[in-house]
T-cell receptor
Framework: DQQVKQNSPSLSVQEGRISILNCDYT??????FLWYKKYPAEGPTFLIS?????DKNEDGRFTVFLNKSAKHLSLHIVPSQPGDSAVYFC??????????FGKGTSLLVTP | KAGVTQTPRYLIKTRGQQVTLSCSPI?????VSWYQQTPGQGLQFLFE???????NKGNFPGRFSGRQFSNSRSEMNVSTLELGDSALYLC???????????????FGAGSRLTVL
């Protein structure tokens, strides 16, 4: 039973524009949400996180928004760069235990 | 400092065999988690170890097992391999694991298992 869903398997964006990756979850007990980025032949690397007591967290070009009532979060990348092309995973947990991951969204940033 | 190291990186087994995968966490990290990545299911949680004790387990059959040693290094074992066990197995470490905030995991590059 997939508790974290990324409904867009892929996304293509032009360099310099905004990339918006979406994620939905079903378990209202989740209190931490994270985004990871994965390049081929490498393990996922942590990008940014947000706790359920916040609705926005920003780190440089990356911003995560959390809408608890809709059980929805999104990752904004502004401006998008070719090096951002990767698979992005959304993950959620209860108190940091047993991260539940979505299936990923493959982002392609074109020059 | 060195990252999370997984060995072997690639391996091929046949149905019915067993396999052992190894993971060396970042120095000082006491929690080690294992995930299975397949194209259809994404990353699925297998189990987490902390101080040599399994603290959490995902929804996998008993053929999947693991352990953690006193130096925090971990191994996972899959017995009686099935074709569906073909996947990328990822190990991740963190300082103390769950119960301490967001628990940001640092992943290794994975062990790609192919079952023929």
């Amino acid at each position: 039973d997939q508790q974290v869903k990324q409904n867009s398997p892929s996304l293509s964006v032009q360099e310099g524009r905004i990339s918006i990756l979406n994620c939905d979850y079903t378990n209202s007990m989740f209190d931490y949400f994270l985004w990871y980025k994965k390049y081929p032949a490498e393990g996922p690397t942590f990008l940014i996180s947000i706790s359920s007591i916040k609705d926005k967290n920003e780190d440089g070009r990356f911003t995560v928004f959390l809408n608890k009532s809709a059980k929805h979060l999104s990752l904004h990348i502004v401006p998008s760069q070719p090096g951002d092309s990767a698979v992005y995973f959304c993950a959620a947990s209860f108190s940091g235990y047993a991260l539940n991951f979505g299936k990923g969204t493959s982002l392609l940033v074109t020059p | 400092k060195a990252g999370v190291t997984q060995t072997p990186r690639y391996l091929i087994k046949t149905r019915g065999q067993q396999v052992t995968l190894s993971c060396s966490p970042i120095s000082g990290h006491r929690s080690v988690s294992w995930y299975q990545q397949t194209p259809g299911q994404g990353l699925q949680f297998l189990f987490e170890y902390f101080s040599e004790t399994q603290r959490n387990k995902g929804n996998f059959p008993g053929r999947f097992s693991g352990r953690q040693f006193s130096n925090s290094r971990s191994e996972m074992n899959v017995s009686t391999l099935e074709l569906g066990d073909s996947a990328l197995y990822l190990c991740a470490s963190s300082l103390v694991g769950g119960g301490a905030g967001a628990n940001v995991l640092t992943f290794g590059a994975g062990s790609r298992l192919t079952v023929l």
